[in-house]
């Protein structure tokens, strides 16, 4: 069963948001021309005067471009199932409002800069292990030098006095010596709960 929405919209930059299967009635005064990216995504069709029958054919986003006494406009249509806005209102709340997450093709991308390793941690963790979410995240570099440190003091600790953590970038890359494969190991184990991008060099 279609649900068809009656809503008159000014235009703007706010998507159009749809759920796959739904239609939208989009008040447009005065247009004359439409022409839409994606057809996969949606179809764009007019029903009287001023007026637009948008309906979502399947997950993704698009471009819709008006022509109207007053000019052209853009608009984009996003059409999801709902997984993706409520995945990107929770990573706002429980993560960095900075951070942007945007559907492409039915994959939801998470893309932006991280204040902290511990951010970061807990955006894996929301994710999970789901196959159509891609993080491109990463923690801003200017924290990666901090982060070195704590790592480096944690292998002191730990009894790995020649081995240190350097911040190259957005990456640690751990320097020095261990003694063998469990020393190896152990390392990488106090670095990774620590920073996700870990490169080894340590020397034989």
Same mark, same amino acid.
């Given at each position: 069963?279609?649900?068809?929405?009656?809503?008159?919209?000014?235009?703007?930059?706010?998507?159009?948001?749809?759920?796959?299967?739904?239609? +939208?009635?989009?008040? #447009?005064?005065?247009?004359?021309? $439409?022409? !839409?990216?994606?057809?996969?995504?949606?179809? @764009?069709? /007019?029903?009287?005067?001023?007026?637009?029958?948008?309906?979502?054919?399947?997950?993704?986003?698009?471009?819709?471009?008006?022509?109207?006494?007053?000019?052209?406009?853009?608009?984009?249509?996003?059409?999801?199932?709902?997984?993706?806005?409520?995945?990107?209102?929770?990573?706002?709340?429980?993560?960095?409002?900075?951070?942007?997450?945007?559907?492409?093709?039915?994959?939801?991308?998470?893309?932006?800069?991280?204040?902290?390793?511990?951010?970061?941690?807990? +955006?894996?963790?929301? #994710?999970?292990?789901?196959?159509? $979410?891609? !993080?491109?995240?990463?923690?801003?570099?200017? @924290?990666? /030098?901090?982060?070195?440190?704590?790592?480096?003091?944690?292998?002191?600790?730990?009894?790995?006095?020649?081995?240190?953590?350097?911040?190259?970038?957005?990456?640690?890359?751990?320097?020095?010596?261990?003694?063998?494969?469990?020393?190896?190991?152990?390392?990488?184990?106090?670095?990774?709960?620590?920073?996700?991008?870990?490169?080894?060099?340590?020397?034989?």
């Amino acid at each position: 069963m279609v649900t068809v929405l009656l809503l008159s919209v000014a235009l703007c930059a706010e998507p159009i948001r749809l759920v796959p299967g739904t239609q +939208l009635v989009l008040k #447009v005064p005065g247009v004359n021309r $439409v022409a !839409v990216g994606q057809e996969s995504v949606a179809d @764009v069709r /007019p029903t009287g005067r001023g007026e637009l029958l948008i309906t979502a054919n399947g997950q993704g986003r698009t471009s819709l471009t008006l022509w109207t006494t007053n000019g052209m406009q853009t608009r984009t249509i996003v059409v999801d199932d709902g997984k993706a806005s409520e995945l990107g209102r929770m990573v706002k709340t429980l993560v960095n409002p900075a951070l942007r997450v945007d559907t492409f093709n039915g994959l939801t991308v998470i893309d932006g800069k991280l204040d902290s390793v511990e951010e970061l941690r807990r +955006l894996n963790e929301l #994710v999970g292990s789901d196959p159509t $979410v891609r !993080v491109l995240a990463s923690v801003d570099p200017r @924290v990666m /030098p901090a982060v070195a440190d704590t790592i480096s003091a944690a292998f002191r600790r730990q009894g790995l006095v020649n081995a240190r953590a350097i911040a190259y970038g957005s990456k640690i890359v751990l320097e020095g010596s261990v003694a063998d494969e469990r020393e190896l190991q152990k390392a990488l184990m106090i670095a990774n709960s620590y920073a996700q991008s870990v490169t080894p060099a340590f020397a034989p």
